[in-house]
């Protein structure tokens, strides 16, 4: 009885604790300077921002979106100087405003996680996963800038300039809704993904021994076994490795059934959660309407109450 108690207080705590850390962002929010504010706004909610707020959020998106672009042409080859020159001229350019951005998201770091003190805050920003991101945005481009580099490492450069697409994610709403859904069924996607892993090293090892004296050039090794199983469990099926002993083609019927099954069970796990997920927005924003409308209508009623 004592156990169903708490389970029933677990959402009021929740949403508790919820309230108390918006309060307290609100409260921090009011107190810091305005262009503070803006610069919040910019970087983590351009609708609630003033024009300056919504340009600069819609700047750093669009930039984000060419950095893609441009990272794709510059991989042609047989460019045209005057146009690498001219891409050079626009990664300098980005390099520099994603390290301007990487200092403003500090500066508001207590802004955004208002629960923390300030210097948690700042650590709490640097050590998270998009920090991580926004820091190599910037940073090896920076670097190549005032060490030598060989020409390997210049390419490996310009990959790393495709980590800059990952920034879009805080501007789209199915990005974030994915990670909360990833969040909230962590323990079942785990387990599901554990699940798949053993069959892929059970079956790698199986069609190991068992065709490896058959063809011993196709599954040369135990890693070839995990290139098959993975392909197989995948659904990919490329056909560049196939079994050709009646024991080896049992085997991988047996995976390719087995697989059906198992490679269902986290994608039925995310689209649930994300229907789910949308669902819950939905209901809010209808929440939200009709508190809004309510509002409206009582503030419509009270001149005509007071006449």
């Known amino acids: 009885m004592r156990e169903r108690v708490d389970a029933m207080d677990e959402p009021k705590q929740h949403r508790h604790r919820k309230g108390t850390e918006l309060l307290s962002k609100r409260i921090r929010m009011l107190n810091s300077p305005s262009?503070?504010?803006?610069?919040?706004?910019?970087l983590e909610n351009i609708k609630q921002g003033n024009g300056y707020a919504k340009a600069c959020g819609i700047f750093l998106f669009v930039l984000i979106v060419l950095n893609a672009v441009v990272v794709f042409l510059s991989a042609q080859p047989g460019?045209?100087?005057?146009?690498?020159?001219?891409?050079?001229?626009?990664?300098?350019?980005?390099?520099?405003?994603?390290?301007?951005?990487?200092v403003a998201r500090i500066w508001i770091a207590p802004?955004?996680?208002?629960n923390c003190t300030v210097r948690r805050a700042y650590l709490k920003y640097l050590i998270s996963p998009m920090?991580?991101?926004?820091?190599?945005?910037?940073?090896?481009?920076?670097?190549?800038w005032f060490l030598p580099v060989t020409?390997?490492?210049?390419?490996?450069?310009?990959?790393?300039?495709?980590?800059?697409?990952?920034?879009?994610?805080?501007?789209m709403r199915g990005f974030r809704t994915i990670g909360r859904v990833f969040r909230k069924h962590y323990h079942e996607i785990v387990a599901s993904f554990l699940v798949i892993f053993l069959l892929i090293i059970v079956a790698s090892v199986v069609m190991y021994e068992v065709?490896?004296?058959?063809?011993?050039?196709?599954f040369s090794s135990l890693f070839q076994g995990v290139w098959f199983a993975v392909e197989t469990v995948s659904s990919v099926g490329?056909?560049?490795?196939?079994?050709?002993?009646?024991?080896g083609k049992i085997c991988g019927m047996i995976i390719m059934v087995l697989s059906l099954a198992l490679v269902a069970i986290p994608g039925?796990?995310?689209?649930?959660?994300?229907v789910a997920e949308f669902q819950k927005a939905n209901l809010r924003k209808i929440e939200r309407d009709v508190e809004r409308n309510t509002k409206r209508e009582q503030e419509a009623e009270q001149p005509q109450k007071d006449q």
């Open 151 to 171: 020409p390997a490492l210049i390419h490996a450069v310009g990959v790393l300039r495709l980590i800059r697409l990952v920034k879009v994610s805080r501007y």
């Open 131 to 144: 920090g991580f991101i926004d820091l190599l945005s910037f940073a090896p481009s920076m670097i190549s």
């Open 211 to 218: 065709e490896h004296p058959a063809q011993p050039q196709q």
């Open 268 to 274: 039925g796990i995310f689209s649930a959660g994300f």
């Open 238 to 247: 490329y056909g560049d490795i196939v079994p050709i002993t009646v024991p």
């Open 79 to 102: 460019m045209d100087p005057v146009a690498t020159n001219v891409l050079q001229a626009f990664f300098v350019f980005s390099t520099v405003c994603f390290f301007i951005e990487y």
């Open 35 to 42: 262009f503070k504010r803006q610069t919040f706004y910019a």
């Open 111 to 114: 802004l955004a996680f208002g």
